[in-house]
């Protein structure tokens, strides 16, 4: 029920309320990850509608990135999970900087927003889990 936190913006849940937006009709009877899995398959076939799904998400990701700029001093950001898969998550990631360099040059060049390998993505939380630091004791 929290409607203005960031997962509701570049999950599944954004792939499927943006889905409309853009004209896909997703089957009602389909799993939330299978509704991603259409769209994503949209995606893989260049689908305008859903190309404007994946930019859509990476301008967010932009914009959220400079407001989070001002609470965290971010260096890296590394992107995974679903979402990430695929042509849709490169189109995201592309967006995203483009945005950044067109109209935040100055975040542009300190944040390094990155994509791993395509298994990584899919793998999203394990794989930061993997990648914190050790703690000191």
């Known amino acids: 029920t929290d409607y203005g936190v960031g997962c509701k913006y570049f999950s599944q849940d954004a792939v499927i309320k943006l889905a409309p937006w853009a004209g896909i009709e997703i089957p009602e ?3 939330l990850a299978q509704k991603l899995k259409f769209v994503q398959k949209l995606m893989e076939e260049d689908d305008e509608r859903a190309i404007a799904v994946f930019e859509t998400i ?11 700029s001002q609470f965290y001093d971010l260096d890296y950001m590394m992107l995974l999970g679903r979402v990430m898969s695929g042509k849709g998550g490169d189109l995201i990631l592309s967006t995203c900087q483009e945005v950044l360099k ?16 395509e298994n990584t993505r899919r793998v999203g939380q394990s794989a930061a889990a993997a990648s914190l630091p050790a703690l000191r004791k």
């Open 29 to 31: 009877d389909l799993t």
């Open 102 to 117: 067109n109209q935040f040059p100055a975040i542009y060049e300190k944040v390094q927003v990155m994509l791993p390998d």
């Open 58 to 68: 990476g301008a967010y990701l932009a914009y959220t990135t400079v407001l989070y």
